[in-house]
């Protein structure tokens, strides 16, 4: 079976850009959660989506934006960059039913703001 | 809020020796605590958890980890350490005060194996 799959692999951005980052899912999960990998720190949670609807968010601002599909596939958006949003965006998938729900992570997308 | 120390920034094992590697939360009640390893240019991929019972959790691999309440603690441990274990360890507590799955993670402790 599939793991969790992110696209693209790698993604260069200059200040201000906008960009938009993609995970689908393990088959049969219902939620995708993404998380922000900074160099040398653990990952941050920014939101967690279940259903199609956003069910939390970190504290991040508001150009961080996300949505789930009805194929439960999502993507996340990022406007007017900076040059600190340059990490690794994790994506997560979970049956999301409960807390203790293993979440598997996709390999990631290397963002880098120029 | 919930948070996660990992003490340890990087630590060298020789392979065949063992390995602890240590982390500390901080939350009110009985946590969920997870223990993930991330290689170079992969995701994270879960060694073990605790959410209750026996405070010893056995994990893949061969890691395995205690949680012992008195000290805030849930340290990974390996009896041998392969060259194959070198990666970056991470610890998080799932933040169970939100109605939503929320990782809080340490910043990782990255293991290095000599030969």
């Known amino acids: 079976d599939a793991g969790v799959t992110q696209s693209p692999t790698h993604l260069i951005k200059t200040r201000g850009q906008h960009v938009t980052l993609r995970c689908s899912p393990i088959s049969g999960h219902k939620s995708v959660s993404w998380y922000q990998q900074v160099l040398g720190q653990g990952p941050q949670f920014i939101f967690q989506y279940y259903e199609k609807e956003e069910r939390g968010r970190g504290n991040f601002p508001d150009r961080f934006s996300a949505r789930q599909f009805p194929n439960y596939s999502s993507e996340l958006n990022v406007n007017a960059l900076l040059l600190g949003d340059s990490a690794l965006y994790l994506c997560?998938?979970?049956?999301?039913?409960?807390?203790?729900?293993?979440?598997?992570f996709g390999p990631g997308t290397r963002l880098t703001v120029l | 809020a919930q948070s996660v120390t990992q003490p340890d920034i990087h630590i060298t094992v020789s392979e065949g020796a063992s390995l602890e590697l240590r982390c500390n939360y901080s939350?009110?009640?009985?946590?969920?605590l997870f223990w993930y390893v991330q290689s170079p240019g992969q995701g994270l991929q879960l060694l073990l958890k605790?959410?209750?019972?026996?405070?010893l959790v056995q994990g893949i691999k061969g890691f395995e980890a205690e949680f012992k309440r008195s000290q805030s603690s849930f340290n990974l441990r390996k009896p041998s350490v392969h060259w194959s274990d070198a990666a970056e360890y991470f610890c998080a507590v799932g933040d169970m005060n939100t109605g939503f799955q929320k990782l809080v993670f340490g910043t990782g402790t990255r293991l290095l194996v000599s030969p």
């Open positions: 997560a998938s979970s049956f999301g039913r409960d807390h203790g729900d293993e979440q598997f």
């Open positions: 605790y959410f209750s019972g026996d405070t």
């Open positions: 939350y009110g009640a009985t946590p969920y």
